[in-house]
Protein backbone atom coordinates (compact mmCIF):
# COMPACT_ATOMS: atom_id res chain seq x y z
CA UNK A 1 0.00 0.00 0.00
CA UNK A 2 1.09 3.00 -1.18
CA UNK A 3 1.34 5.78 1.68
CA UNK A 4 -0.60 9.05 0.57
CA UNK A 5 0.91 12.14 1.53
CA UNK A 6 -1.79 15.05 2.03
CA UNK A 7 -1.42 17.20 -0.40
CA UNK A 8 -5.02 18.72 -0.72
CA UNK A 9 -6.11 16.46 -3.46
CA UNK A 10 -8.12 14.28 -1.29
CA UNK A 11 -10.97 14.90 0.83
CA UNK A 12 -9.09 15.39 5.17
CA UNK A 13 -11.59 12.71 6.23
CA UNK A 14 -11.08 9.93 3.39
CA UNK A 15 -6.72 10.70 3.86
CA UNK A 16 -6.95 10.70 7.99
CA UNK A 17 -8.96 6.80 7.53
CA UNK A 18 -5.88 5.57 4.85
CA UNK A 19 -3.20 6.67 7.62
CA UNK A 20 -4.89 5.06 10.42
CA UNK A 21 -5.05 1.84 8.44
CA UNK A 22 -1.73 1.75 7.68
CA UNK A 23 -0.31 2.69 10.71
CA UNK A 24 -2.60 0.37 12.60
CA UNK A 25 -1.72 -2.25 10.17
CA UNK A 26 2.45 -1.39 11.00
CA UNK A 27 1.76 -1.65 14.47
CA UNK A 28 2.45 2.34 14.69
CA UNK A 29 0.57 3.55 17.88
CA UNK A 30 1.59 7.20 17.15
CA UNK A 31 -0.16 7.64 14.59
CA UNK A 32 -1.00 11.71 14.85
CA UNK A 33 2.62 12.32 15.08
CA UNK A 34 3.32 10.17 11.47
CA UNK A 35 -0.45 12.16 10.28
CA UNK A 36 1.48 15.99 10.93
CA UNK A 37 4.47 13.97 9.07
CA UNK A 38 2.43 13.26 5.79
CA UNK A 39 1.32 16.38 5.05
CA UNK A 40 3.25 17.99 2.26
CA UNK A 41 5.10 21.14 3.13
CA UNK A 42 3.38 23.74 1.41
CA UNK A 43 0.41 23.43 3.88
CA UNK A 44 0.69 24.88 7.03
CA UNK A 45 -0.83 23.78 9.78
CA UNK A 46 -0.45 25.13 13.65
CA UNK A 47 1.77 22.57 15.57
CA UNK A 48 0.07 22.71 19.07
CA UNK A 49 -2.85 20.07 17.40
CA UNK A 50 -3.52 17.31 19.52
CA UNK A 51 -6.22 15.43 17.87
CA UNK A 52 -7.51 13.70 14.87
CA UNK A 53 -10.70 16.50 15.07
CA UNK A 54 -8.02 19.17 15.57
CA UNK A 55 -5.78 17.94 12.39
CA UNK A 56 -9.19 17.24 10.67
CA UNK A 57 -10.48 21.35 11.30
CA UNK A 58 -7.03 22.60 10.45
CA UNK A 59 -6.53 20.65 7.03
CA UNK A 60 -10.41 21.69 6.25
CA UNK A 61 -9.53 25.53 6.60
CA UNK A 62 -6.72 25.69 4.56
CA UNK A 63 -7.05 27.22 0.85
CA UNK A 64 -6.55 23.72 -0.72
CA UNK A 65 -9.93 22.45 0.84
CA UNK A 66 -12.21 24.78 -0.88
CA UNK A 67 -10.57 24.43 -3.95
CA UNK A 68 -10.91 20.41 -3.25
CA UNK A 69 -14.77 20.91 -2.54
CA UNK A 70 -15.07 23.53 -6.22
CA UNK A 71 -13.66 21.01 -7.97
CA UNK A 72 -15.60 18.06 -6.61
CA UNK A 73 -18.92 20.17 -7.67
CA UNK A 74 -17.66 20.53 -10.93
CA UNK A 75 -17.14 17.28 -11.69
CA UNK A 76 -20.78 17.00 -9.93
CA UNK A 77 -22.17 19.27 -12.50
CA UNK A 78 -20.42 17.51 -15.48
CA UNK A 79 -21.76 14.00 -14.51
CA UNK A 80 -23.79 12.41 -17.50
CA UNK A 81 -25.74 9.31 -16.26
CA UNK A 82 -25.90 6.74 -19.51
CA UNK A 83 -28.19 3.87 -19.18
CA UNK A 84 -27.36 0.04 -19.17
CA UNK A 85 -29.16 -0.24 -22.96
CA UNK A 86 -25.87 2.23 -23.80
CA UNK A 87 -23.33 0.78 -22.05
CA UNK A 88 -23.72 2.72 -18.74
CA UNK A 89 -23.61 1.21 -15.09
CA UNK A 90 -26.15 2.81 -12.91
CA UNK A 91 -24.75 1.21 -9.64
CA UNK A 92 -20.74 2.98 -10.86
CA UNK A 93 -22.48 6.19 -11.31
CA UNK A 94 -24.30 6.79 -8.14
CA UNK A 95 -21.29 5.36 -6.04
CA UNK A 96 -19.26 8.14 -8.15
CA UNK A 97 -22.04 10.80 -7.33
CA UNK A 98 -22.48 10.40 -4.10
CA UNK A 99 -18.56 10.09 -3.64
CA UNK A 100 -18.28 13.28 -5.36
CA UNK A 101 -21.45 14.78 -3.59
CA UNK A 102 -19.89 13.78 -0.36
CA UNK A 103 -16.37 15.17 -0.46
CA UNK A 104 -18.30 18.50 -2.03
CA UNK A 105 -19.75 18.78 1.14
CA UNK A 106 -23.50 19.99 -0.21
CA UNK A 107 -25.83 20.33 2.33
CA UNK A 108 -28.44 22.56 0.18
CA UNK A 109 -31.71 19.86 -0.81
CA UNK A 110 -32.22 22.09 -3.54
CA UNK A 111 -28.75 22.61 -5.13
CA UNK A 112 -28.68 18.42 -4.66
CA UNK A 113 -31.68 18.42 -7.36
CA UNK A 114 -30.45 20.13 -9.53
CA UNK A 115 -27.25 18.34 -9.38
CA UNK A 116 -28.85 14.87 -10.19
CA UNK A 117 -32.11 16.14 -12.78
CA UNK A 118 -29.10 17.54 -15.16
CA UNK A 119 -26.85 14.43 -15.57
CA UNK A 120 -29.77 12.61 -17.30
CA UNK A 121 -31.32 14.88 -20.72
CA UNK A 122 -33.90 12.65 -21.18
CA UNK A 123 -37.30 13.80 -21.27
CA UNK A 124 -39.62 10.87 -20.01
CA UNK A 125 -37.09 11.16 -16.73
CA UNK A 126 -36.69 14.96 -16.57
CA UNK A 127 -40.61 15.48 -16.29
CA UNK A 128 -41.14 12.23 -13.69
CA UNK A 129 -38.06 13.77 -11.50
CA UNK A 130 -39.33 17.31 -11.59
CA UNK A 131 -42.89 16.33 -10.46
CA UNK A 132 -41.74 13.66 -7.75
CA UNK A 133 -38.74 15.04 -6.08
CA UNK A 134 -40.56 17.47 -3.92
CA UNK A 135 -40.76 16.35 -0.53
CA UNK A 136 -37.68 14.35 -0.55
CA UNK A 137 -35.16 15.15 1.83
CA UNK A 138 -31.92 13.02 1.49
CA UNK A 139 -29.51 11.86 -1.30
CA UNK A 140 -30.36 8.57 -0.85
CA UNK A 141 -34.53 8.98 -1.04
CA UNK A 142 -33.03 11.02 -4.77
CA UNK A 143 -31.20 8.66 -5.93
CA UNK A 144 -33.30 5.90 -5.18
CA UNK A 145 -36.33 7.72 -7.01
CA UNK A 146 -33.52 8.47 -9.36
CA UNK A 147 -33.76 4.38 -10.51
CA UNK A 148 -36.66 4.35 -9.74
CA UNK A 149 -37.88 6.41 -12.89
CA UNK A 150 -34.78 5.30 -14.93
CA UNK A 151 -36.36 1.48 -15.03
CA UNK A 152 -39.45 2.78 -14.99
CA UNK A 153 -38.42 3.87 -18.89
CA UNK A 154 -37.56 0.65 -19.66
CA UNK A 155 -41.08 -0.36 -19.16
CA UNK A 156 -42.87 2.23 -21.60
CA UNK A 157 -44.21 1.31 -24.95
CA UNK A 158 -43.08 4.42 -27.24
CA UNK A 159 -42.72 4.30 -31.02
CA UNK A 160 -41.06 1.60 -32.24
CA UNK A 161 -41.43 -1.04 -29.11
CA UNK A 162 -42.50 -4.43 -30.62
CA UNK A 163 -45.28 -5.86 -28.82
CA UNK A 164 -47.83 -8.54 -28.53
CA UNK A 165 -51.47 -8.01 -28.56
CA UNK A 166 -54.08 -10.93 -28.35
CA UNK A 167 -57.47 -10.48 -28.78
CA UNK A 168 -59.70 -11.14 -25.58
CA UNK A 169 -62.49 -12.70 -27.84
CA UNK A 170 -61.14 -15.21 -29.85
CA UNK A 171 -58.11 -15.86 -28.10
CA UNK A 172 -56.20 -15.17 -31.18
CA UNK A 173 -52.81 -12.68 -31.22
CA UNK A 174 -52.72 -9.50 -33.41
CA UNK A 175 -50.69 -8.94 -36.11
CA UNK A 176 -49.72 -6.40 -38.93
CA UNK A 177 -48.72 -6.81 -42.29
CA UNK A 178 -47.64 -4.50 -44.74
CA UNK A 179 -50.97 -2.46 -45.43
CA UNK A 180 -50.92 0.82 -43.67
CA UNK A 181 -53.53 2.80 -42.93
CA UNK A 182 -54.93 5.51 -44.96
CA UNK A 183 -55.37 8.11 -42.08
CA UNK A 184 -54.18 8.92 -38.79
CA UNK A 185 -50.68 7.79 -37.88
CA UNK A 186 -50.40 5.93 -41.81
CA UNK A 187 -48.50 3.00 -39.84
CA UNK A 188 -49.03 -0.77 -40.55
CA UNK A 189 -52.56 -2.27 -40.19
CA UNK A 190 -53.02 -4.28 -37.25
CA UNK A 191 -55.35 -7.25 -37.62
CA UNK A 192 -56.49 -10.51 -35.96
CA UNK A 193 -55.79 -12.00 -39.83
CA UNK A 194 -53.78 -10.97 -42.41
CA UNK A 195 -55.44 -8.80 -45.87
CA UNK A 196 -54.52 -10.96 -49.43
CA UNK A 197 -54.81 -7.98 -51.70
CA UNK A 198 -55.59 -9.59 -55.33
Request: aromatic letters at 14%.
Amino acid sequence: MDLPKYNGTVHPEEWLKQIQIYCYSKGNSNVLFFCKLMIDSTITIPNEINSFEELIKALKSHSTFEIFKNTCKVKLKSMKYIPEKDGGNTATFFSNFRLLYKYAEINDIEETKNLLLITYSNEYFITEFAKRVNGLNSIDEMLILFSDIVFEEYKLIKHGSYIALKHVATGKYLSSCNVNYQTGSCSQLVSIFYFFLI
